[in-house]
């Protein structure tokens, strides 16, 4: 295996063949890479994280924390106000409501520096191949600014080749937007559909739902989006009869150019163009990587690349999620997103705990996951523009961690990723949170909220508007959680002791939905390298594809027949 996956530890001097060896790997041998000062450059260990001492010293404080002594009277509110950190785009992050104290962020900060989290982080964005089971490095952090030194691979500049096909959807979007890429009948085209599924669909999705009342009173809305994802046929033909055919565009994504999902669903929506008389060629453009059957075809518009190096559930940042998002509200909006998605990942270079919301929000979970033995976690955002968001944080987290093997393919002795559920308040407090308040299971939760509305639409009653009574709504619910109250009647005793915390912002903008996604990304990045997992490979969904091939093709026996047969296939 190679010395990025080793259990090698350079530091304060490095042996010159090994250095060479090293850069040849980082760089794939391109000579024109510019090299990382070796006297400096510590090549991280990677080991289990049940081998470290200082989970060691963090196992021994289970249970160190009385949330609901802490949180309450004036201490609670001295912790409030002390127990936060600043985000980019002008986001918090308070944990004032978590079961952490300075002993308990003492053995965090060990636990990071002995795991040597940020020098992980650090060879991740120099180009070190990271993701142990595909043998590819990890770039979408690239994607959004240079943190590094410049990655090349067989003489490409991988962040000059992102920017281009960033500059490639925003022309693209430019002439659509001015009326001169046209239907065929010279009328400009009014919806956008995305056709994709999993990482090609959850987070455009959700990114294009968080922004779109902000678009529209910003007067940055340019085009309706819509998307279609599932291969049942009801998602297809549901889109499609909403849209007006001849002045909608559609987006093929998939990298491979193979995804039977997406190209069912390319094929549904060909087939509905032509019986409307339309030439599909006209109304498709492609994003895909340069070797697929899609990249050259003349079946679409135009073709926007991605690579190997951008796992499918980040990259909302690449033309995934450019192309879909610079047509709907333009390419500067899309722009802010990134730049708010910079900003933050420059925070999660911070070595210091404290400074580092990312790296802090990661540990607390792996102590709560790891040593409190919470199975699940709740990701409550009090917005209803981000009623997409935990679906998109969902996959992102749980289809990066949930992993049972080591980077080596060695078991664990130790629970990795947690369940990831969530709903928008106040919508989930009359739905699920019955369980979260008095349920025999303790589900850690975060919340997100805004002071202010995207809209700036409400209206006052009863002495307050309805964005107060949101916020108001969200407080309460912290505290609720944390403190409980108590009561004779069983049933309506509240036993409290249920961590949170919560990002606060002043509005949803493009910026910080930016700042929140690079957040929840480099927070399961940490938890992996914690955890000692590969977050960037998805083996997990590949086995129900094979059988699902099988199936289609006839070629079944036992209980997979017989369920075939009840199916009607």
Known sequence: RSLVGSEMCIRDSINPLKSLFFFSIMTNGDSDYTPIDKEEYIMATW????????????????????????????QGGERVKNYSTPMAAGLQYNYAAKEVDETVLTALAELADEAQLIDKFEELYNGAVINTGEKRMVLHHLARTQLGNPVVVDGVDKREFYVAQQKKAADFANKVHAGEIVNEAGKKFTTVVQIGIGGSDLGPRALYIALENWAKANNTFKMEAKFISNVDPDDAAAVLASVDLAHALFIVVSKSG???????????????????GLNPSKHMLAVTSETSPLAKSDEYLTAIFMDDYIGGRYSSVSGVGGAILSLAFGPEVFAELLDGAAAEDKLATNRDLLKNPDMLDALIGVYER???????????????ALSRFPAHLQQCDMESNGKSVNRFGEPVDYVTGPVIFGEPGTNGQHSFYQLLHQGTDIVPLQFIGFKNSQLGVDVDIESSTSQQKLCANVAAQIVAFACGKADDNRNKNFEGGRPSSIIIGDQLTPKTLGALLAHFENKVMFQGFAWNVNSFDQEGVQLGKVLAKRVLAHETDGALKVFSDLLNI
């Open 47 to 74: 080991k289990n994280l049940d081998t470290l001492s200082s989970y060691d010293k963090l196992s021994g404080l289970k249970n160190h924390v009385d949330i609901a002594t802490a949180m309450s009277g004036e």
């Open 258 to 276: 193979t995804t039977l999902e997406t190209l069912t669903n390319e094929a549904f929506v060909k087939d509905a163009l032509t019986k409307a």
């Open 370 to 384: 790891n040593v409190q033995g919470y199975p699940s976690t709740a990701v409550l955002p009090y917005s209803q």
